[in-house]
């Protein structure tokens, strides 16, 4: 790590995906930074998260100069699965909207940043404790923490809140302003990790009776795997060979019968929940990714909402430094239209894609319906496509 500054322009809290990214963005400009974290860099690499990327982040990872390995060993995307009674239906994203996807793990994206952001020596502190936000609801804000058991505070114009759900920053809103909205659904995503192929080379989507499933892949040696499942169980409760039973049994045979097994690398269950907190500004204070919005995993859209972020701020604070405030203005109004366009895909995808016990046999007709729709009729393919592929930033 570099000397440690008594003052910089941006203090950017939270060392993962989306605060390397706009440190990265940042430097671009010319605008100095200093990122801190309070986990370690084993643990920020060590959580598994996502790993399909909108063009919007493509294009934004390589602005920052960090797209040569996505490059070189990410995996297009010009399409994916939709299965539902049995049977696979294609989604072509490229014919429908000429843009397709990347599969690139988030934890492969977070690597290239920290590297290049080391490579620039540019100051990042690692297990920063106590982190405290002062002033931000005027002119000069600062930043206090504890390193190495010593006490720090740093100057600067402006704090990027990058620091997810639990973090520091949206805490520190005055509760009067800060209004929330939150859904919590009734299961899980029991996930694997396992070093095999892949079953198919796109992704699939699959509804069952026995409820939702998710083909994915990380490499083509690398595949990820996920089943509904109901969110009190345990991930200790399901051996790998009950996983393995449970994934073919809410695939098509044909399909099930391609699945390399192995043993899980990782296995987890992620809850699901939709949340916005709004706004995403108030006064110095900026809040990105998983400290103002959560999705639901099922659109892929949490990493590609908060490079959109970040991609927006850093316009922002990069016009600042010109001479205008009208981005940092308009940072939140532009952030939240663009996240409750997210917000409704998630929530429709995932309400099409899984099994709700509460919905009855009329909600299942229902997503069926829909399915049959979906499929058959360009119009609703395409809406679908345009969003899944991701929308423009404004």
Known sequence: MSRLPHRTQVVIVGAGPSGLLLGALLQRQGIDTLVLEQRTPDYVLGRIRAGVLEQVAVDLIDEAGAGARMHAEGL????FELCFGGVM???DLHALTGKRVMIYGQTEVTRDLMAAR????????????QVRLHGFDGPSPN?????DGQAHEVACDFIAGCDGFHGVCRASMPADILKTFEKVYPFGWLGVLAEVPPVSHELI??????????????SRQRSRYYVQCPIEEAAEQWSDDAFWDEL????????????????SIEKSIAPLR??????MRHGRLL?????????????????????GDVGLMARALAEFYRGSSAGIDSYSERCLRRVWKAERFSWWFTSLMHRFPEAGEFGRKMQHAELEYLVSSPAAATAMAENYVGLPLE
């Open 143 to 147: 930043v206090s923490f504890e390193h």
């Open 287 to 307: 809040l990105a990714g998983d400290a103002a919005h959560i999705v639901p995993p099922t659109g892929a859209k949490g990493l590609n909402l908060a490079a």
């Open 205 to 218: 989507y699959a509804n069952h009776d026995r409820g939702f499933a998710l083909c994915s892949m990380r």
């Open 76 to 79: 297009p995307h010009d399409g």
């Open 89 to 91: 239906h294609r989604i």
């Open 274 to 279: 939709s949340f916005v907190a709004e706004p």
């Open 248 to 263: 073919k049994r809410r695939l098509p045979p044909e399909t099930a019968a391609r699945v390399d097994t192995g043993p």
């Open 118 to 129: 080391r490579a620039a020596d540019l100051p990042t502190v690692y297990e920063a404790q």
